[in-house]
C-alpha cells in the first residue's frame, strides 16, 4: 500500500511540474499588455506574449526576463506570482517638442536595439544610432547607415549578413507610418488588408478582419499605440486575393509578423512622422538553421526640422562621434541617458557572453 501511494504521490508531482505555466502580462491599470518579449535569464527566446498579454508556459523557467518598447524591463521569479499575473512599469519616456520651421525634412534619430535568435536561442545582439529623414513633399524617408555607434554580438550563423538585410526590411530603427490613423479613418491600409474597427470604450479599438482580432488601436490624450498581428492580416489578403503560392510559401515558413508602434499626437488628433516615439517589429519563419526570430526595437532620440544640407552634415557629424564600435555597457549607458529602458543584468551577460563573430 505504501509502494502504491509513494507511485502515485510520483506521478502526481511529475504531472504537476510537467504543467504548463501560463503568465499574464499587464499594464498599471489591468489591460494586457501585448508582444512583450519572456527570455530565461541566459538570453534565450521563451515565447512573446499574445494579444491578450497572455504566454501559455514558460516552459519550466524558475525566472523569467520581461521586455517591451513601452514599459521597464524585468526580472521576474514566476513562483511568487498571483495567478500568474504580472504587471510591467510604464515607461517614462518623453521628447522634446520641435519647433515648426520652414524646412522640407523632418529628422528623427532613433536607437535601436535587434535580437536574433535560430531555435530560440539568443545568437545575436546589435544596438546602435540611425538617422532618419522624412521628405514631406516626396512622402518618402531616407536613411542614414544604421552602423552608427553600433555594439554587436554573436556567434557565427550567418546572422550579420541578414541581420543587415532585415534591418532595412523591418524598418528597425526607421520611422514608421502610423498606420493607425489610417485604419481609424477606413484609408488605404484598411481596404487593402479588409479590416474593421470596434469601439470598446476608454480609448481602445479592436482590429479585426473576417477570420478574427488582428490588433488593437489605444488613445490615451496625447498618445496613440498601435499593435498589429501583420502576418495574420497578409496571409488573409494573399487568401482572399487568390495569391496561393505566396499564401503556400509563408504558411510552409509558418510565417509571423507582428509590430507595435506609439506615435504622440498634435493638437488636432493627427500623428505625423514628427510625433514618432517608439516601434517594435517581432517577425520570424522556419530557415535552413531551423526557427529564426528577430525582435527589434526603436526609440526616437531626437527630432528636428532640416534640410538636405542639413541631414548630410548630421550624417557627417554622427559618423565621426561614433567612429568606433561602442561596447555594451557604453551603449546601454547611451540609451539610458534618453530615457529608454535598461536591460536587466542577467540579460547584459547573456548578451556579453556571445562569442563575437568573426
Not at 473576417?210 to 488593437?216: A, C
Amino acid at each position: 500500500m505504501k509502494k502504491y501511494l509513494f507511485t502515485l504521490a510520483a506521478f502526481l508531482l511529475t504531472t504537476l511540474s510537467a504543467k504548463a505555466q501560463k503568465i499574464t502580462v499587464v499594464d498599471s491599470e489591468g489591460n494586457g499588455i501585448h508582444l512583450v518579449t519572456v527570455l530565461a535569464e541566459d538570453g534565450n527566446l521563451i515565447g512573446i506574449t499574445d494579444l491578450s498579454g497572455t504566454l501559455l508556459d514558460v516552459k519550466g523557467a524558475k525566472k523569467v526576463i520581461l521586455t517591451h518598447v513601452a514599459y521597464k524591463s524585468r526580472l521576474v521569479d514566476v513562483a511568487s506570482l498571483q495567478a500568474g499575473k504580472v504587471t510591467m512599469e510604464d515607461l517614462d519616456y518623453g521628447l522634446a517638442e520641435i519647433v515648426v520651421m520652414p524646412k522640407p525634412f523632418i529628422y528623427v534619430e532613433t536607437y535601436y536595439r535587434a535580437y536574433a535568435f535560430a531555435n530560440d536561442s539568443l545568437r545575436y545582439y546589435c544596438a546602435g544610432i540611425l538617422p532618419n529623414v522624412y521628405d514631406k513633399d516626396k512622402k518618402k524617408v531616407k536613411v542614414g547607415s544604421y552602423m552608427v555607434a553600433y555594439g554587436d554580438f554573436g556567434r557565427n550563423l550567418d546572422i550579420r549578413t541578414t541581420w543587415s538585410v532585415r534591418m532595412q526590411h523591418l524598418h528597425g530603427g526607421k520611422i514608421h507610418s502610423c498606420g493607425a490613423k489610417d485604419l481609424q479613418k477606413g484609408g488605404e491600409m484598411s481596404q487593402k488588408y479588409f479590416t474593421t474597427l470596434t469601439d470598446e470604450g476608454k480609448g481602445r479599438q479592436r482590429v479585426s478582419n473576417p477570420e478574427g482580432t488582428v490588433g488593437f488601436i489605444e488613445t490615451d490624450k496625447d498618445e496613440i499605440r498601435m499593435t498589429i498581428d501583420a502576418a495574420k492580416m497578409q496571409m488573409y489578403r494573399n487568401k482572399a486575393l487568390g495569391q496561393n503560392k505566396l499564401l503556400k510559401a509563408r504558411e510552409k515558413k509558418e510565417y509571423d509578423y507582428k509590430f507595435n508602434e506609439i506615435f504622440n499626437l498634435d493638437e488636432d488628433g493627427n500623428a505625423t512622422m514628427a510625433d514618432y516615439v517608439m516601434s517594435s517589429d517581432h517577425w520570424e519563419w522556419n530557415g535552413s538553421k531551423g526557427r529564426m526570430k528577430f525582435i527589434i526595437e526603436s526609440y526616437a532620440i531626437e527630432h528636428a526640422y532640416i534640410d538636405a544640407k542639413d541631414f548630410k552634415e548630421k550624417k557627417k557629424e554622427l559618423k565621426k562621434k561614433y567612429e568606433t564600435p561602442m561596447k555594451l555597457d557604453e551603449l546601454e549607458a547611451l540609451a539610458t541617458s534618453h530615457g529608454i529602458p535598461a536591460l536587466t543584468p542577467s540579460l547584459c551577460r547573456a548578451i556579453e557572453g556571445l562569442k563575437k563573430q568573426k
